[in-house]
């Protein structure tokens, strides 16, 4: 059997000192409409922390190896793959998994010409995060022009692309929230927002409602779950659409957290949604993607839209971008090059 090297996690689950290059990893095969990927970089998403701790629910047609964007190029073609890709292409590319290796077998409806504007790094922090941005705007949230938008955790990767798609696509006003002055700053100047609040010093609903004339928010995305329910509630519109990607202050309601009013729901007519791309099938995830090809790639390719970095590491070094990504102080992508 071929092998290859992957990062691998040494019994399976554990902390960041569990993470390795693993140089017996089994080399991916393809069939069907899959094309095998020579790996040149990989973005790091929030969830490779939780699928190496085992508190992330894989899909079915996820592996063991972390990682659901990257940037490389075609090594070999599948007999039912599209047309449109050929031995050699440079790709950008979204996975279920196992992108943190030398290779992988991925489909082609999931695969993205790279633009020769953007570099391979620039790439790699595309996929996941992007089509995570257009899915909670249009799918969920049905954001229209016209429509105002608020975006939690303001300077995280998905939160930077949905600025940046909410102000080009004709948004009313876009706000955002971020756990500091410089993350809040850093969304007016450099993503467009109208107005940024940082969560721990200011009652960032008041002042969304203040800043609206009291009506609120047509959209709102979600990160943070418990500690920003309550807030969402008072800072949505009427027939507002609350969307919830993750909860990252936990899975319940603590003690010290804002008490939401529920009648809201009710006076407001709201409607709150989870989702995940993750777990969705190859055809909507294939949809998202000739979605974002069609209406940001050209912004990619003329510089409107900006695929912000805020550190590339050489794959040996997982352990310390994993260390990035848990410290919460990032304003972009991680993104790691496969030496």
Same mark, same amino acid.
């Given at each position: 059997m071929a092998t290859m090297r992957a990062i691998?996690?040494?019994?399976?689950?554990?902390?960041?000192?569990?993470?390795?290059?693993?140089?017996?990893?089994?080399?991916?095969?393809?069939?069907?409409?899959?094309?095998?990927?020579?790996?040149?970089?990989?973005?790091?998403?929030?969830?490779?922390?939780?699928?190496?701790?085992?508190?992330?629910?894989?899909? @079915?047609?996820?592996?063991?190896?972390?990682?659901?964007?990257?940037?490389?190029?075609?090594?070999?073609?599948?007999?039912?793959?599209?047309?449109?890709?050929?031995?050699?292409?440079?790709?950008?590319g979204l996975a279920y998994g196992g992108a943190y290796a030398e290779y992988i077998a991925v489909s082609t409806h999931m695969l993205i010409h790279k633009p020769d504007e953007l570099s391979w790094e620039q790439c790699?922090?595309? @996929?996941?995060? &992007?089509?995570?941005?257009?899915?909670?705007?249009?799918?969920?949230?049905?954001?229209?022009?016209?429509?105002?938008?608020? &975006?939690?955790?303001?300077?995280?990767?998905?939160?930077?692309?949905?600025?940046?798609?909410?102000?080009?696509?004709?948004?009313s006003a876009v706000f955002a929230t971020a756990r500091s002055?410089?993350?809040?700053?850093?969304?007016?100047?450099?993503?467009?927002?109208?107005?940024?609040?940082?969560?721990?010093?200011?009652? &960032?609903?008041?002042?969304?409602?203040?800043?609206?004339?009291?009506?609120?928010?047509?959209?709102?995305?979600?990160?943070?779950? @418990?500690q920003t329910f309550a807030g969402?509630?008072?800072?949505a519109a009427r027939d507002g659409r609350i969307v919830n990607l993750a909860s990252l202050s936990g899975p319940t309601f603590k003690p010290g957290m804002p008490e939401p009013n529920l009648q809201q729901f009710v006076a407001k007519r709201l409607r709150f949604e989870g989702s995940s791309l993750r777990s969705r099938d190859e055809q909507y995830q294939g949809k998202l993607r000739d979605q974002l090809v069609d209406h940001a790639l050209p912004k990619f390719k003329d510089g409107s839209f900006k695929v912000l970095i805020e550190k590339v590491f050489d794959w040996k070094d997982i352990q310390d971008a994993h260390r990035l990504m848990e410290s919460n102080k990032t304003k972009g992508k991680i993104i790691c090059t496969v030496s």
């Open positions: 691998d996690i040494k019994g399976g689950t554990g902390g960041i000192d569990a993470l390795y290059i693993n140089d017996q990893t089994p080399k991916p095969q393809v069939d069907h409409a899959k094309a095998l990927i020579k790996v040149k970089c990989f973005g790091l998403n929030r969830m490779d922390l939780l699928q190496r701790e085992g508190k992330y629910p894989l899909p @079915p047609q996820a592996g063991k190896i972390l990682g659901v964007e990257f940037s490389g190029t075609i090594e070999e073609l599948a007999s039912e793959s599209e047309r449109g890709f050929k031995k050699g292409d440079a790709v950008l790699a922090g595309i @996929p996941e995060t &992007w089509i995570t941005a257009l899915q909670a705007m249009y799918l969920i949230g049905e954001f229209a022009e016209g429509k105002s938008i608020l &975006w939690h955790a303001g300077a995280s990767a998905v939160s930077i692309a949905g600025q940046q798609l909410s102000v080009a696509n004709g948004a002055d410089h993350k809040a700053e850093f969304c007016v100047k450099e993503l467009g927002a109208k107005a940024a609040y940082n969560t721990e010093t200011t009652d &960032w609903a008041a002042e969304v409602l203040k800043a609206t004339s009291g009506k609120g928010v047509d959209i709102i995305v979600d990160y943070i779950g @418990p969402n509630l008072s800072a």
